[in-house]
């Protein structure tokens, strides 16, 4: 097959007719969804990892092949990467849990798909990353910015993105990793719970953080992958806006939305006390204490960084333009998050 031709009209990335083969992991959860859905309308047929099957009938929409496998299993991702030139890996466990229940997907699940990467002679490998992977920043944080994580999940991704970089290094893969910020959208945990008209919020809402559309997210790996671009980089849209200012907008927009604040003490002392229960089941837990500090971090970042490089400037620029539009969108369906289907 030929392979992905990006072309710009008026600041919009298309890709030509004739496109490479592409591994997609995590389509069934948020991002990789759009990820995928962008593929599939831009002519591509991409491949999709599934994990859990009763999730697949959501990727039925697309123009897809869908492969059944798990990170855990590394003779299932040698199957699943046979024949394809790019991988983009959103698949993991996308909780704020301790290390030791991370580690078996971000970490070993993802060096064993680089391996298998690498054997199948892939090109292009790119990697979802987290914004976590940084402490409190008061500066704006851009790709100079050193990471010191202080929750687990961030911990887990820097160490993921260290050994997957020496693997790609070794394997002559070409890799890189991008830092995602609070990525938004209708299909987000966040949006779900704003359409049940309720959010629970973990502190004072007074920190700045860097927020991303998911249309947007999306576009960023793509042409990541299409460019070869190499490196570590965050990047988000063009406003770190307070979540104070985040709710206000979602507020003025959706009447039925409302908010409950716990101060941020007191949410971290009883996902302390709820953590050793939930830990006992297989399903991610969504209250940890780590969530709690997650939430209240300064998170900004430098607007501009990454987009220049990848040619792209960001179709949802600022919250006031991607918080109605998700909200458009949620009109149109109601969808159930991985993290909140017990199926």
Not at 40 to 68: F, I, K, T, Y
């Amino acid at each position: 097959m030929g392979r992905i031709s990006l072309t710009h009209a008026r600041g919009a990335a298309r890709y030509a007719p004739g496109v490479e083969r592409v591994l997609v992991t995590g389509a069934t959860g948020f991002i990789g969804y759009e990820v995928a859905r962008q593929l599939s309308a831009r002519g591509s047929r991409p491949r999709l990892l599934v994990r859990r099957p009763e999730r697949a009938a959501l990727l039925e929409p697309l123009d897809a092949e869908r492969v059944q496998g798990d990170l855990r299993l590394p003779a299932s991702l040698t199957r699943a990467v046979e024949g394809v030139d790019t991988v983009i890996h959103l698949g993991a466990r996308a909780a704020f849990e301790r290390y030791e229940r991370l580690r078996p997907t971000i970490v070993d699940g993802s060096l064993a798909l680089m391996r298998a990467a690498c054997e199948a002679g892939v090109e292009r490998f790119v990697f979802a990353s987290s914004l976590l992977v940084y402490g409190e920043a008061r500066d704006p944080i851009d790709a100079q910015t050193a990471a010191r994580p202080v929750v687990d999940y961030g911990r887990a991704k820097v160490e993921a993105e260290v050994a997957l970089a020496r693997l790609a290094e070794a394997g002559g893969v070409a890799f890189s990793a991008v830092r995602l910020p609070h990525v938004y959208g209708a299909r987000s945990l966040l949006f779900e719970r704003v359409h049940r008209g309720l959010v629970v919020f973990p502190g004072r809402g007074r920190n700045v953080y860097a927020h991303l559309h998911v249309e947007d997210a999306a576009r960023v790996l793509l042409a990541t992958a299409e460019k070869g671009w190499q490196g570590v980089s965050p990047v988000a849209d063009r406003w770190s806006s307070r979540w104070n200012e985040y709710f206000a907008i979602l507020r003025q927009h959706y009447r039925r939305f409302h908010l409950f604040r716990v101060p941020s003490g007191l949410a971290r002392f009883g996902a302390r006390v709820l953590e050793p229960w939930l830990s006992l089941r297989a399903a991610p837990a969504l209250v940890t204490p780590d969530t709690v500090v997650g939430w209240n971090l300064n998170h900004p970042v430098s607007p501009d960084t990454l987009w220049g490089e990848l040619g792209l400037t960001p179709r949802h620029p600022t919250i006031e333009r991607g918080i109605p539009a998700a909200l458009d969108e949620c009109v149109a369906f109601r969808w159930r998050h991985p993290l909140a289907d017990r199926s």
